[in-house]
């Protein structure tokens, strides 16, 4: 599968990202200007098949260069709604350099369980939902200006911004 960019431009925000789905390398402009404040990639669909099937996988494991230290959110996604529930997991990125490890010296590998995942819709959390592990659809990486249930982002910063994604693995 690949990328495409999904920013708050569908909400009539201002901020703009792009994704090269050659070397994953996902950068833009976030700004809060229009009442915005996201980015974000989704997949596009699946060649070949319509879901998969991850019962057998405890989570995802995604190898990351880059993010200036922000927190991102990885989503995965078990209906094929556009707007449905996403599977969401924060983790923040690199603070070294432009591209590399924490300490600046490389990629790193961050892995997001299943079962720590947040059921939410825009970015508000929803309750007595049950992940359809046998049924993923699609998986997205956001940049927002909040967290969950209004809570502000603790590493979210106007401007520019870069994340290479360099692969997504299950685990």
Do not use: H
């Not at 060649?47 to 019962?55: E, F, H, P, Q, S």
């Not at 720590?116 to 959390?125: E, R, S």
């Amino acid at each position: 599968f690949s990328f495409a960019p999904l920013d708050d431009v569908v909400m009539g925000g201002a901020s703009s990202s792009g994704i090269d789905n050659n070397t994953g390398i996902w950068s833009g402009t976030v700004t809060t200007a229009n009442s915005g404040g996201f980015v974000g990639i989704r997949s596009t669909p699946f060649r070949g098949r319509t879901t998969l099937d991850m019962t057998a996988c405890a989570g995802v494991e995604v190898k990351l260069r880059g993010g200036g230290g922000r927190r991102y959110k990885f989503i995965a996604r078990d209906s094929a709604e556009f707007n449905g529930i996403c599977w969401t997991t924060s983790f923040d990125a690199a603070r070294g350099g432009a591209f590399g490890r924490r300490d600046g010296s490389g990629p790193i590998v961050v892995r997001l369980p299943f079962d720590g995942q947040v059921p939410t819709i825009f970015a508000k959390t929803v309750a007595d939902r049950t992940f359809q592990i046998q049924n993923v659809v699609g998986f997205q990486i956001a940049y927002s200006k909040f967290e969950y249930d209004g809570d502000l982002n603790p590493n979210f910063a106007e401007g520019d911004f870069s994340l290479q994604i360099l692969e997504l693995t299950a685990y």
